[in-house]
């Protein structure tokens, strides 16, 4: 039997509670392989009692943890990052598996998730204080920053390592422990992860996973008074709910949808910016909260732009990841991301956008059973139509023209949205004029990989409130204390 079978095997039906491995009293929930319809195995659905089991175990082993040296901290985080990269083949299997993108980009998720776990073993270390001057000699104040305490991290289907990792190696670093509660159908490697963390000997209860839906496991952890943070990714819509459902003051970082959009001017590189489009539109399926959704090309080069998307549009390899680890989309993950596409297709057709590029089911028998869609490029669109307007969060986009450059900064930052924005242009005074002013946490020029792991990622408005990555990543599971002392003076003064 394969390591990842065997794996698989191990996590079936299982939670970790404690530092163990914990037969869940219900596992009925089937976990299928989106490109093939087959069993990947069974999950459990956690009732209120393994919950609170899993948070009071994070309870408990926050009054140690939370005190912990860092460098401690430092030496577990390098070791269960060491762990991942060690089994990175198998962790990808089973991401591809239960998440449909293709092998190669589930390899370099795992990767990047190793990355995450060095990456804030040495920040731990870095969790510096202030002083602050007095009014007076004889006073001190410092500011220290502690753990925040017990955090549940609820998370999406789209990038269930990286987006698992985020929170997890922050909350670890700042001395906080954790109950994951990753999202319905790809829960085994949220279970993988934790599973590494035992192996590294964490001590038990820092780490715990929870598996089932989200109306009712994540919800009970949103209501649950014994957890001080929520950290949450996923649409806008539950965040709304999640923040007005809390029953007690809790912290909360929400990462929220978005719909991002691209500017190519008159002075960009149109085969950078066709390159740099099709990555951020269709890579996972355009399931990424940064998807490329909308864009504004200049008049004189709207021609030779569209032109090229679709040609490479329909250049693009559509397979079942497994089997082909090099494809440039696998299978769409989720039902309702698929469903959503289409009516973004239909919605615009109708509304009057041209449809150059994909549009529909690709053929073949290999693909029958599974959830594919090829990537579509709509042109002509514009504000009327859902697709410039709504995160569709599946392999479409749509494409607009424009003649003066306010009036593209005016439709780019025409959403309810704030995460993330592209801009394609050679010339230094546009660039500047639409990085100041795209109302946006994150803008990326001349390139369409808008988060790094040591810069803050975050949206604003609608997309979110708190960073992850950085330093500052780690500081939003921190709580200030200011200590201020008054001394009594030896030498008279
Ligand atoms: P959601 O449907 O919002 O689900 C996200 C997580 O919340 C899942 O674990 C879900 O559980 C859980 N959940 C659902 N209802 C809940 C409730 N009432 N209380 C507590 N938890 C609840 O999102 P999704 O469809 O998985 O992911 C797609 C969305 O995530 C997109 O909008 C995308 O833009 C956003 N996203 C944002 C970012 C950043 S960094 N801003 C990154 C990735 C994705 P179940 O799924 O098990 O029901």
Redesign the pocket.
Known sequence: MSTTSNILKKLDGMLIINGKLVAAERSDEKIKNPATGELVGMVGVSTAKEVDAAVNAARGAFLKWGKSLPKNRTRYLHRIGELIEEDSESLAEILTMEQGKPLKEAHGEILKLAETFHFYAEEAVRINGETIPNDSLHFDSIVIREPIGVVAA??????PAE?VGWKLCAALAAGCTIVV?????TPFTALAIGWKCTQAALPPGVVNVVT????EV??A??ENKLIDKIA????????L??QK?ATSIKKMSL????NCPLIVTANANIDDAVKGAIRRSFRNCGQ??IAINRIYVDHTKYNEFITKLASLTKSLVVANGLNNPEADLGAIA?E?SLNKTKKHLEDALIKGARLVAGGSRPVGTELQNGRYFLPTVLVDCNHEMDIMKE?T?GPIVGVSKFSELSKALKMANDTPYG?AAYVFSKNIDEIKYLSSNLDYGNVAVNNVDAGIINAP?G?RKQ??IGY?HGREGMLEYTNFKHIRTKFTSLDGG
Request: net charge negative.
């Open positions: 609820i998370t999406p289907w789209n990038y987006l509660k990753p999202a319905e159908i089932g839906s989200g109306s994540g919800q952890l949103v949450f990714t996923g649409s806008s819509e539950v965040g709910r999640i459902s990462e929220l949808g978005g990424i909260c989720s309702d995160e969060f995460l990622y949206g997309s979110g992850e």
